[in-house]
């Protein structure tokens, strides 16, 4: 080897990339893009589905709670009603037997004027009936209403009625409410049949009578 010749230390080598002997590297695979809008569309569905459920649930439950409201109503009025006609038959059973107390002191009192004590304990018994419901009718000249009265007799006929009319009343009737507890003991006088006077058929008025003598007398001529 010559002085000329070069080294092998002075031979420069050539540069190698680093990566030269290494298989190229493979690109990534891209990552699939989410479905948002199909999971938003399911997930909105789901959501109105669960509205319709729940609304379903609360008509039921309302209806529920109309149909009870409407039954304790119902059932409300019909104790209110049932208690109510318990204490009318109670007040009537008690008073039933004092109308034969007030007969006698509408009798004492057709006799003569009630006066001390007498007059005192009567007044007072006619306001506490009145006060718990007791009414009395019946009076001379009432039309008669076989509802409320009870017909004794029948005593002729009255030209001042046009119909059938209480003229006596025996007893007076009384009611509580709309509930008859006793008629009206009454006499009764019925209005005078009216007359009718038979009225011909004389044809009509524009046609004159015929004088038969005188269309007599013009044929013998």
């Given at each position: 080897?010559?002085?000329?010749?070069?080294?092998?230390?002075?031979?420069?080598?050539?540069?190698?990339?680093?990566?030269?002997?290494?298989?190229?590297?493979?690109?990534p695979?891209?990552?699939?893009?989410?479905?948002?809008?199909a999971?938003?569309?399911?997930?909105?569905?789901?959501?109105?589905?669960?509205?319709?459920v729940?609304?379903?649930?609360?008509?039921?439950?309302?209806?529920?709670?109309?149909?009870?409201?409407?039954?304790?109503?119902?059932?409300?009025?019909?104790?209110?009603?049932?208690?109510?006609?318990?204490?009318?038959?109670?007040?009537?059973?008690?008073?039933?037997?004092?109308?034969?107390?007030?007969?006698?002191?509408?009798?004492?009192?057709d006799?003569?004027?009630?006066?001390g004590?007498?007059?005192?304990?009567?007044?007072?018994?006619?306001?506490?009936?009145?006060g718990?419901?007791?009414?009395?009718?019946?009076?001379?000249?009432?039309?008669?209403d076989?509802?409320?009265?009870?017909?004794?007799?029948?005593?002729?006929?009255?030209?001042?009625?046009?119909?059938?009319?209480?003229?006596?009343?025996?007893?007076?009737?009384?009611?509580?409410g709309?509930?008859?507890?006793?008629?009206?003991?009454?006499?009764?006088?019925?209005?005078?049949?009216?007359?009718?006077?038979?009225?011909?058929?004389?044809?009509?008025q524009?046609?004159?009578?015929?004088?038969?003598?005188a269309?007599?007398?013009?044929?013998?001529?």
């Open positions: 080897m010559t002085d000329g010749d070069p080294k092998p230390d002075d031979v420069t080598p050539e540069e190698v990339p680093a990566d030269a002997g290494a298989s190229p590297a493979e690109d695979a891209p990552e699939p893009a989410p479905e948002v809008g999971e938003a569309e399911a997930d909105s569905i789901a959501e109105a589905d669960e509205l319709a729940t609304k379903m649930a609360l008509e039921e439950r309302t209806l529920d709670l109309q149909r009870l409201q409407a039954e304790y109503v119902n059932y409300k009025r019909r104790v209110d009603r049932d208690r109510e006609l318990v204490r009318e038959n109670a007040t009537y059973a008690v008073l039933t037997p004092i109308i034969d107390v007030l007969d006698t002191i509408d009798r004492a009192r006799h003569e004027p009630l006066e004590g007498f007059k005192a304990v009567a007044d007072q018994l006619e306001r506490i009936v009145t718990l419901g007791l009414v009395k009718f019946g009076a001379v000249g009432d039309p008669f076989p509802t409320i009265h009870e017909a004794l007799s029948h005593i002729g006929t009255d030209p001042e009625v046009e119909v059938t009319t209480c003229k006596v009343v025996a007893k007076a009737g009384y009611k509580m709309d509930r008859v507890v006793r008629a009206a003991q009454v006499l009764v006088v019925d209005p005078e049949p009216q007359a009718v006077e038979a009225v011909e058929a004389v044809g009509p524009d046609e004159q009578p015929v004088d038969v003598e269309s007599r007398s013009h044929g013998e001529e």
